[in-house]
Structure formats: structure tokens, C-alpha cells
């Protein structure tokens, strides 16, 4: 069966290895030689852990600017045999989702908080690539991603992100998306146009956990269709301006957003079904995770 996203897990790891922060004060020797060898091969011998803190104390962006080293890394252990395809495209995915973090904290300037997970999420990731991505088994269903999606949303309850009543929500939301793919696999198999509602819809509940790139976007379960659609149009032009996005991909995106807007007003004249708020909501999120590509 495909994968459903193999970002749900392999972000997981980035998240939860948050706690490896507070590691560092119990063994630091270890730790800090463990990553400063890995620094080292990335940035020069001349290079490790304190280093990379300066680097952000001055204003500086070690992680993006570390970032076509450690793609090389990552093919070299694709060349070996070390790393499958699919870990390396996870691996340097999820770097990229690093540096969007940093970028995310250096906005204001980055603290000791921020430099303490950016340097746990750091670690977690090299010692993936180390291990062989052996952490980074693809999710084949729902249900098996749910104990990584709920502890995501326990994190971000924990630094404040969510609140405990949207936490809860998120977790039932996910549930009734177990329920779904449960009913979509009745027949003994998961259709295309099924396995892209699923990831929709896991999508959408991603966005609403926060703890991603979009992350700079308040959880969507707060918004109204008219204000994602709003903040749509900020990230396409963002997305647009880096080259992350085509000139035509944006337009095919401002073209469906129009449709939905269009689509959103004509509910506010009525009252729409739960299944029609349901689908508006969908819509929405694969138009969001299509502009954050």
C-alpha cells in the first residue's frame, strides 16, 4: 500500500527530539562530541556546537547556510547504498523544514530557547542520516501514524501552540479519519482519488498542529474560510517570489481559490451541511499545502 506521508513521522522525530535538549546538560560530553563530529563534516573541522550558537548570536544562519553540505551527505549515502530514495527525499525535505524553522525564529532574533530545539532538531536529523534513516519507515495507514500525530499535539500544547480544547479536537478529528480510511479500505483497498482525500485531510490537520513551516500561520481550525483563503494568497506570493512555486502552479492555484471564495460566499447565504463546511475545509488545506510546496 503507499505511504500516506512520511512527514508525519519523520516531523515527529524532528519534534520529539526536542527532549534531547535537556540530554545535553546531563551527558555533554557525549552529545556535544557526537554532533560536533557531525558539525564538523558539514562546516569544516574548525567548527562545532558552540560555533553554530555564535553563528546565530551574530545574526548568522549556520543551518541554510550548512544546507547544500548536508544534501551531499545525503547523496553520497544514496550512492552507498546506506540511505533508500525515499529516506534521502525525506532526509533533505525535512532539512529544508529545519532552515524554514530558523528562518521562522531569526525573525525577531533567536533565542537560547530556539537555538537549544533548533540545535535537538539538528542532532535528531544527522543522527538519522548516520543510522541510515532507520528511523524514517514510511506510515502505511492512519491509525499506525496516530500515536506520532498525538504526541505532535501534546508538544504543542506543551510550548504553548494549542490550547488543551484544540488538542482535544485534533485528536477526535484524527480519529474520525481512521474511521474514514477504515471505510475506504472496506473493500480491501484504497483507491487513488481516496489516498488523495486522505492526505488531504491529513494535511489540513498538519496545518492546524503548527509545528511545521506553516507554522507561521495560526492553526486553521481558528479561521474562517474567507481569512485561510486570505493567508493563501500571502504564502502562494511568498512561495511564488522563492521559486518554490511556478509561475503557473500559482496561477492554477489562484484560479481554484477564486472557485472556493466564490463557493464560501455562497454558503455564508445559506446554511451549509456539515459535509459541505467539511469539503470547503479540504479544499482549502490542499490548495495550503500545494502554495507551501
Not at 535538549?21 to 560530553?29: E, G, I, L
Amino acid at each position: 500500500m503507499p505511504s500516506i506521508r512520511l512527514a508525519l513521522v519523520a516531523t515527529t522525530a524532528l519534534t520529539l527530539a526536542a527532549g534531547a535538549a535537556s540530554a545535553q546538560t546531563q551527558a555533554p560530553s557525549t552529545t556535544q562530541d557526537r554532533l560536533g563530529a557531525v558539525v564538523g563534516a558539514l562546516f569544516g573541522d574548525r567548527l562545532g556546537l558552540s560555533a553554530m550558537d555564535q553563528a546565530w548570536l551574530r545574526g548568522g544562519r549556520p543551518l541554510r547556510d550548512g544546507q547544500s553540505q548536508f544534501s551531499t551527505q545525503v547523496d553520497a549515502s544514496l550512492r552507498a547504498g546506506s540511505v533508500s530514495s525515499s529516506a534521502a527525499t525525506r532526509l533533505r525535505s525535512d532539512y529544508t523544514a529545519l532552515v524554514d524553522l530558523e528562518t521562522r525564529y531569526a525573525a525577531d532574533g533567536i533565542n537560547t530557547q530556539e537555538r537549544a530545539d533548533l540545535n535537538a532538531r539538528y542532532t535528531a536529523l544527522t543522527q538519522t542520516l548516520q543510522s541510515g534513516a532507520s528511523g524514517y519507515e514510511e506510515t502505511d495507514t492512519v491509525a499506525q501514524g496516530r500515536t506520532a500525530f498525538n504526541a505532535r499535539v501534546d508538544a504543542a500544547v506543551t510550548a504553548r501552540r494549542l490550547t488543551r480544547t484544540e488538542a482535544t479536537r485534533l485528536k477526535t478529528d484524527y480519529q474520525a479519519l481512521i474511521q474514514i480510511e477504515t471505510r475506504y479500505n472496506s473493500d480491501g483497498t484504497i483507491n487513488a482519488t481516496e489516498r488523495a482525500d486522505l492526505d488531504a485531510r491529513l494535511d489540513a490537520l498538519d496545518l492546524r498542529v503548527g509545528d511545521g513551516p506553516a507554522g507561521t500561520t495560526p492553526p486553521a481550525a481558528n479561521l474562517t474560510a474567507r481569512a485561510r483563503l486570505t493567508n493563501l494568497e500571502t504564502t502562494l506570493t511568498a512561495s511564488e517570489r522563492s521559486g518554490a512555486v511556478t509561475r503557473a502552479e500559482a496561477a492554477d492555484i489562484r484560479v481554484e481559490a477564486g472557485d472556493l471564495a466564490r463557493l464560501d460566499a455562497a454558503y455564508t447565504r445559506t446554511s451549509p451541511s456539515a459535509d459541505d463546511t467539511a469539503y470547503l475545509s479540504r479544499r482549502i488545506g490542499e490548495l495550503e499545502a500545494r502554495a507551501r510546496r
